[in-house]
């Protein structure tokens, strides 16, 4: 029920279920715990749940690699488990997004093992498989992003199949139409059981170049430069032809059918691409008649946070997704947390919750953001992410960013498990339990709170555009407005204190959340300090 536009503007908070709260004692977060965990997600503010995969899996990328679509993993728990935990956010009137990784599944998956059995099942074509080179080796040059060749030779039907990610995550032949039917299929499952909307996982992937044509060579101009080739030799590939093919706007286009069916479900796309993200992103949602809206890296991937970032950030998204819509965020599973990799002080810290609440956009807040948790220092012994194991120490890997949630000092896993989790507890993060923080005014998490709670009380910032961006020196500055109410915002995005000028006659919004008031026509921001100003 509700407005079927729910999700433009929302604010989606991402929970990785290993790590958020274990029920039974295993030391691995389950679904029985995000549901006992709801009503502090709920008192977040926040409008939805964006859960990371849970379905049946090997486990080789931690559930990014689905052996059934249509189940849990038993250590997540059950279909019934699913069911209640829908019911219960419902009823908090919080709505449920779902990780749906469709682009590979896991080599121990039913439509791999029968398709890797000869060149002429059923399901033959359901992967791509393809024929070695004359001397024997790989098709084609393209690359997995967790290292090497992206092509496995299978001793049994004697060809190579093609896998983006693991050599266990075969990737799914999208210009099978078996194969897109199948996955529709598996979308209206999980629609039926009354979630709300998908996280599509790496969708620019689904379909690779019929032809299998070489990538070519980035120009060292083009390359980043903090990434050796040694550390991964993708970053020196374009991938023109394994990924963000014209035939994977065909197949959204389908995918957005079946959604429309369903009012009020939404699509969160993640498009991956270091080179061309904004411009794929804005193709993947314009129209309305695709992807609703897709994941930006620009703010995840920065190595500094700067007013002319954003700007620059903002800038190219207007030119290319004027129609579209897209879903920020600072910290994920995948990337080290924002507090680390920014090197944020508390003034910073508290910043960033209330410029999320003022971007135009959806967004995603990353468990454990709220309570200022650090990337952990997870010791080589304890890592657990294939990505960092293969390419250690150049580049860590994921586990950083993945230790438990920390909920109160009940025990040394902070009320996570009552058993030794599969990632340690960083800690680090133990003085900043949310039972810590609950209920005191100047914490973190209360910041985190009343900010949500701005965003909630101005329309603008809500579903409104966003005019005059600006960056001057270190300030950034924008419009939000919208039928009967504009919001002026201002961010100083550094240490040193800073003026700026701001429009005559507005009036300071309503929020606890240490903001500078303007005197005349002129605001004096402390280091990393906004204001905001309202005009109706
Ligand atoms: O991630 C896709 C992925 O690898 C990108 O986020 C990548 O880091 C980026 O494109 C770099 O340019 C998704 C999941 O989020 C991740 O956890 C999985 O391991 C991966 O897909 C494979 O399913
Ligand atoms: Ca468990």
């Known amino acids: 029920g509700g407005d079927p536009d729910w999700w433009r503007g929302a604010v989606l908070y991402q929970i990785y279920p290993r790590s958020f709260q274990d029920s039974n004692g295993d030391g691995i977060g389950d679904l029985v715990g995000i549901t006992q965990r709801l009503p502090y997600i709920a008192a ?27 189940d ?27 990780d749906l990784v469709l682009s590979h599944s896991s080599d121990q998956h039913a439509w791999f093992q029968e398709s890797r059995q000869s060149r002429d099942n059923a399901k033959a074509d359901w992967y791509v498989w393809a024929d070695p080179k004359p001397d024997g080796t790989a098709p084609n040059n393209w690359l997995s ?32 139409p078996d ?71 065909e197949f959204l286009r389908r995918f957005r059918v079946l959604l429309d069916e369903y009012p009020g479900s939404t699509t969160v796309g993640e498009v991956g691409d270091a080179q061309r993200g904004l411009e794929i992103l804005g193709e993947y949602t314009a129209g ?44 994920n599973h995948d990337v080290m947390r924002h507090v680390s990799r920014w090197n944020l002080s508390e003034a910073g810290q508290r910043l960033m919750p209330v410029l999320m609440m003022c971007l135009r956009g959806s967004v995603c807040l990353y468990q454990g ?63 900043q339990t949310a039972a810590h923080q609950e209920g005191q005014g100047g914490s973190l998490l209360e910041y985190y709170r009343r900010a949500l709670t701005l965003r909630k009380t101005y329309p603008a910032l809500v579903k409104g555009t966003q005019d005059r961006l600006s960056a001057e020196g270190t300030v950034l500055t924008f419009i939000r407005a919208i039928a009967g109410e504009q919001i002026f915002c201002a961010f100083n995005l550094s240490h040193t204190p800073t003026r700026c000028a701001v429009p005559a006659g507005w009036a300071p919004v309503e929020a606890d959340l240490d903001m500078a008031v303007p005197v005349g026509q002129q605001v004096d921001l402390g280091p990393w300090q906004a204001c905001l100003l309202r005009h109706t």
């Not at 190219?316 to 129609?323: P, S, T, Y």
């Open 44 to 70: 977040l503010g926040v409008d939805a749940i964006w859960i990371s995969p849970f379905f049946k899996s090997p486990m080789k990328d931690f559930g990014y690699d689905v052996s059934d679509y249509r």
């Open 145 to 176: 992003i967790f290292g090497g060749s992206a092509w496995q030779w299978d001793p049994r039907r004697e060809q190579y199949y093609l896998h983006n990610f693991l050599t266990s995550q075969p990737d799914l032949n999208f210009h099978c």
């Open 288 to 331: 309305g008649d695709l992807a609703h809206m897709c994941y930006a890296f620009e703010l995840l991937g920065a190595p500094e946070l700067t007013a002319a970032l954003i700007a620059d950030v903002f800038a190219r998204v207007d030119h290319v997704a004027a129609e579209g819509w897209v879903c920020w965020a600072l910290s």
């Open 369 to 431: 953001e709220e309570l200022g948790l650090e990337e952990a220092d997870v010791a080589f012994e304890d890592l657990q992410d294939p990505y960092g194991i293969e390419f250690w120490p150049e580049f860590k890997g994921r586990d950083g960013c993945r230790t438990p949630m920390v909920w109160d000092q009940s025990n040394q896993a902070a009320g996570f498990s009552s058993e030794r989790p599969w990632l340690p507890v960083s800690d680090a993060h133990l003085m």
């Open 72 to 98: 849990v993993d038993p250590m997540f728990g059950t279909l019934a488990d699913f069911d209640e935990l829908i019911d219960v956010a419902h009823g908090l009137g919080v709505r449920v997004v779902i």
């Open 179 to 249: 194969v897109q039917n199948a996955v529709l299929d598996v979308t209206r499952f999980w629609l039926e059981r009354g979630v709300d909307g998908f996280r599509l996982d790496t969708i620019n992937f689904y379909v690779h170049d019929k032809a299998l044509r070489d990538n070519p060579a980035l120009p060292p101009e083009e390359r980043n430069a903090s990434i050796a080739p040694s550390v991964n030799p993708y970053n020196h590939q374009r991938h023109l032809y394994s990924k963000n093919q014209p035939e994977n706007l």
